[in-house]
T-cell receptor, first 115, second 108 residues
């Protein structure tokens, strides 16, 4: 199994500012993903964080708004840029350790509120 | 990407079996069916997965139909702590797409 530390656990931010969320894993993992969960909704995949290269974004998400870094096999960051109240959500880091179709492990999430 | 359809909510009496259905009619031959649950907006927790055969572990059983177009998660003796949102998801190549999930409420 993988233990994921996600920081911060929650934050309240002002409109127009940016927040960087960190995801640290206790072991090297193959894949890292970032999900968004809006209030009362399911999980939506934002992007796949690729080690050493640009992240792969899903439809509706762009790099300028959600820049992602993954400098090594145990760490990734997601930045929510130029925030608006519509960005208020839970942001979840998820990892996959091994081969394709392996199970996902999730961090505890970052509860973001934008005023 | 294969999509899943689940009932939005279900109730189950404590101690009884909870049977949660999922439809995934567009699943491809090499895609796995995974089940996760999420309690109180925590990160989702893995429950079980399968490809073709039925599977059982300490948490649950997974029944997959022969044509693989649907599956059922079975919690054999539901407890109050099993109250959660249950997600059926299809694992494509390095990507999981989550459906809307079923909110299971276990009643005392």
């Amino acid at each position: 199994s993988a233990v994921i530390s996600q920081k911060p656990s929650r934050d309240i931010c002002q409109r127009g500012t940016s927040l960087t969320i960190q995801c640290q894993v206790d072991s090297q993992v193959t894949m890292m993903f970032w999900y968004r969960q809006q209030p009362g909704q399911s999980l939506t995949l934002i992007a796949t964080a690729n080690q050493g290269s640009e992240a792969t974004y899903e439809s509706g998400f762009v790099i300028d708004k959600f820049p992602i870094s993954r400098p090594n096999l145990t760490f990734s960051t997601l930045t929510v840029s130029n925030m608006s109240p519509e960005d208020s959500s839970i942001y979840l880091c998820s990892v996959q350790q091994g081969a394709v179709n392996e199970k996902l492990f999730f961090g505890s999430g970052t509860q973001l509120s934008v005023l | 990407d294969a999509k899943t359809t689940q009932p939005p909510s279900m109730d189950c009496a404590e101690g009884r079996a909870a049977n949660l259905p999922c439809n995934h009619s567009t699943i491809s031959g090499n895609e796995y069916v995974y089940w996760y649950r999420q309690i109180h907006s925590q990160g989702p927790q893995y429950i079980i997965h399968g490809l073709k055969n039925n599977e059982t572990n300490e948490m649950a059983s997974l029944i997959i139909t022969e044509d693989r177009k649907s599956s059922t998660l079975i919690l054999p003796h539901a407890t109050l702590r099993d109250t959660a949102v249950y997600y059926c998801t299809i694992a494509g190549t390095y990507k999981y797409i989550f459906g809307t999930g079923t909110r299971l409420k276990v009643l005392a």
